[in-house]
C-alpha cells in the first residue's frame, strides 16, 4: 500500500528524518551540529552531491538539496527522485515512517518529494507468498510552515505548482488513483476479464461518489458497437463497455469533459497472432482504461467542480472461431464501414465505437488514452506519450504544460489532412491500417473520423507499462496519464 502523508507540527519521535534545503548557509542549526554540516558541506562541494546522507544510530538523515538555478517542472521531477531514492532505504530498513523538514520554505518541493517516496513505495505483490519485498513505509510526515500557513489561493516557488490548504489532501487522493490504476494495469488476465474490470470501476465509482453504468453485451448490440463486438468475436468472455460519471452541481464547465481509455484486457494478435514474446506484457493493453477509471475516482474523490465522463470499453482480443479475420468488413456505432486490414489494429475499433458514442454528451472535449502503436514507443520510447488534436491547440498546450510540470510529458504530432487519406479503404469508407511510416498518425487520424467536437488523442503505449524499474515510476503499470489528467482537470477548474 502506497503510504499516507501528513502535514504536523507535532514533536514526535523519529524514525528518519530529510531535510530539504536549498543553500548550505540555511542548514538548521537546531538539526545539525557543526560537525554535520562540515561533513554535509563537503560531501556538497567536494563530491556534489544533492543527497547526503548519515546515521544518527536511532534514525538516519537525509539531507535533500535543491538547485533553485533549474527550471521548475526539472527541478520537482528531481525532487520526485531523490524522494524514490530515500524511498528504497527505507524499505531496505523496513521502515514504517518518515518526517520531512521544510527548511527552504518550499513546500512544492517538499510535496514532490514525498510524492515520489510514497510512489516509489508500491509493490505488486498479490500472488507472491513471501512479501518480504513490500515496502513497510507507511506515513510520511510534513514539517512545513508554508504548508501550515497555505490558504487557498497561496502560491507556491513557481506558477504550475499552487500550494493551497488543500495540497496534502488531494496528493494523497492522488497517490492512491495511481495505486488502484497500477494494480489495474498489473492485474493478469488470468484474474482480470472486461467483466471483472467493469466491477472494479464501479466499485471505484461507489467508493468515490461518482455514479457509474456497466453495459453488457446486449446493450452493445443494441447499440449497434460494431467495433467492440468485431474484436470480441474471439472471446469467450462477452465485452462491457463501462460508463463513470462525475457531474457536481458546482461545475464549472457547462459541458462535459470525456475521457475514453483503450481496455483491451489481453491482446493476442487476434487472428493476426503477435510473434514471439511480443504478447507478454500483453496484460496492459488496458492501461488507458484503467487510467481513466483512477483519474474519475480522484477527481470525485477531490470533489474538484468539473463535470467529467469517463468511457471505458474493455474486451479481449482473441484467435477464436468466430474471431474477425482480415478482409471483413465491420459497420460502426455511427454507421461507418471499416474494412479491417489487420486484426491486431483492433485497438483503434473498440475507441472508435466510444468516440461515437461520446457526441451524446455534446462535450467540450475529449481525450482518449490508449496503449495504441509500437510506431510511438519506437517514435519516442518510454519518455512520454505521443499527442495529436483535431480542433484543440489551445487545450493540447495546456496539457502538454500539466505534462512537463508532473514529468508525463506528451510530445505532439501533426493530424494533417494528407495522413486521412492513407486510412481510405477502397472496400469500406475506412481501412484500420495505414502504411508502415507515421504509424501512430494514421491511427490517430482514423480516429478522429469518429469525432466532431474538440479532441486530443494520446497514445500511451510507450509509458504505460516498464519492463525494468524506472525510478518513482516503478516496474510493470506505471498509472501513466492519472497524475497528468488530475493537474490538467485541476487547472481547468480554476
Not at 535543491?66 to 532505504?89: H, M, N, S, W, Y
Not at 461518482?210 to 465485452?239: D, F, W
Amino acid at each position: 500500500m502506497i503510504p499516507s502523508i501528513i502535514l504536523t507540527s507535532k514533536e514526535q519521535e523519529l524514525e528518519h528524518l530529510v531535510v530539504v534545503v536549498s543553500k548550505l548557509s540555511k542548514l538548521p542549526a537546531s538539526i545539525f551540529s557543526q560537525a554535520e554540516k562540515k561533513y554535509i558541506r563537503e560531501q556538497v562541494e567536494t563530491h556534489k552531491k544533492e543527497l547526503v546522507t548519515f546515521n544518527r544510530l536511532d534514525y538516519q538523515v537525509f539531507v535533500c538539496f535543491i538547485r533553485e538555478e533549474q527550471e521548475p517542472p526539472v527541478r520537482l521531477e528531481a525532487c520526485r527522485k531523490t524522494g524514490d531514492r530515500i524511498a528504497g532505504f527505507l524499505a531496505e530498513h523496513k521502515a514504517g515512517r518518515a518526517a520531512i523538514f521544510d527548511a527552504a520554505n518550499l513546500p512544492g518541493e517538499v510535496l514532490a518529494v514525498a510524492e515520489g517516496m510514497a510512489l516509489g513505495s508500491y509493490r505488486f505483490l498479490k500472488y507472491k507468498q513471501d512479501k518480504e519485498q513490500d515496502s513497510t513505509l507507511r506515513e510520511i510526515e510534513i514539517y512545513s510552515k508554508a504548508l501550515e500557513d497555505a490558504g487557498d489561493e497561496h502560491e507556491g516557488q513557481h506558477h504550475a505548482f499552487h500550494v493551497t490548504r488543500h495540497s496534502i489532501p488531494n496528493l494523497n487522493i492522488l497517490l492512491r488513483a495511481v495505486e488502484l490504476c497500477r494494480n489495474l494495469v498489473n492485474e493478469p488476465n488470468s484474474h482480470q476479464d472486461a467483466t471483472s474490470f467493469a466491477r472494479e470501476a464501479m466499485r471505484m465509482a461507489h467508493d468515490s461518489g461518482a455514479t457509474a453504468e456497466v453495459m453488457n453485451k446486449a446493450k452493445i448490440e443494441a447499440l449497434k458497437m460494431g467495433g467492440l463486438l468485431g474484436v470480441n468475436r474471439g472471446s469467450s468472455e462477452p465485452p462491457t463497455f463501462t460508463v463513470m460519471e462525475w457531474n457536481p452541481g458546482n461545475a464549472v464547465n457547462n459541458k462535459p469533459l470525456v475521457l475514453v481509455g483503450k481496455g483491451v484486457t489481453y491482446d493476442t494478435g487476434g487472428m493476426n497472432l503477435k510473434p514471439g514474446d511480443s504478447m507478454l506484457n500483453m496484460k496492459c493493453d488496458m492501461a488507458g482504461a484503467a487510467a481513466v477509471a483512477s483519474v474519475v475516482y480522484a477527481i470525485a474523490m477531490a470533489k474538484l467542480p468539473v463535470h467529467v465522463v469517463g468511457l471505458m470499453p474493455a474486451t479481449d482480443n482473441r484467435p477464436g472461431m468466430k474471431a474477425l479475420v482480415s478482409g471483413d468488413v465491420i459497420t460502426m456505432h455511427n454507421g461507418m464501414t471499416v474494412e479491417v486490414l489487420n486484426t491486431d489494429a483492433e485497438g483503434r475499433l473498440i475507441l472508435a465505437d466510444a468516440l461515437s458514442y461520446a457526441k451524446k454528451f455534446d462535450p467540450a472535449l475529449v481525450i482518449d488514452l490508449a496503449t495504441l502503436t509500437g510506431a510511438a514507443v519506437r517514435a519516442i520510447g518510454k519518455y512520454g506519450a505521443a499527442a495529436m488534436q483535431s480542433k484543440a491547440a489551445k487545450q493540447l498546450e495546456s496539457l502538454k504544460t500539466s505534462g512537463f510540470d508532473v514529468c508525463e510529458r506528451l510530445v505532439e504530432f501533426p493530424m494533417w489532412d494528407d495522413y486521412g487519406e492513407l486510412v481510405k479503404s477502397d472496400l469500406a469508407d475506412l481501412k484500420n491500417l495505414g502504411p508502415p511510416e507515421a504509424g501512430m498518425i494514421t491511427a490517430g487520424k482514423f480516429l478522429e473520423k469518429f469525432t466532431d467536437y474538440p479532441y486530443i488523442h494520446l497514445d500511451i503505449a510507450g509509458p504505460a507499462f516498464l519492463d525494468k524499474r524506472d525510478s518513482y515510476r516503478g516496474q510493470g503499470g506505471t498509472g501513466f496519464g492519472v497524475r497528468l489528467l488530475f493537474d490538467f482537470v485541476s487547472r481547468f477548474t480554476s
